[in-house]
C-alpha cells in the first residue's frame, strides 16, 4: 500500500484510493486524518486480500452491532440502507 500524503484536495475530499493501483492519497487538512486513512486502506484491504476484508468487516460490524445493542444481521441491514449500498 502506497500513502501519498497532499495539504489538501479539491471539493473538500478527505482522501481516496485507486483500485488497482495499491494507492491511497490522503489530505492532511481533513481534520480527520486517521479515521480517513484507515477508510481509504479498508478498500486497499477488500481489493488485496477479500478473505482478510470479509473478516475485518465482520469483526467491525460485529462490534458496533454490540455497541448498538443489536443483532448482526440488523445492524448490517441498517448500515446498508443508511448508506445504500451492500457492504
Known sequence: LEVVLVDELPQD???YY????GRVTIALNSGQFAGTL????THYIREA???????LRNAVFSAAAAMKGM???SY????????GFSS
Do not use: I
Open 71 to 73: 443483532d448482526l444481521e
Open 18 to 21: 485507486e483500485n488497482n493501483k
Open 76 to 83: 448490517t441491514k441498517k448500515y446498508e440502507k443508511m448508506y
Open 38 to 41: 484507515f477508510h481509504e486502506a
Open 13 to 15: 475530499r478527505r482522501g
Open 49 to 55: 486480500n477479500p478473505e482478510g476484508y470479509d473478516r
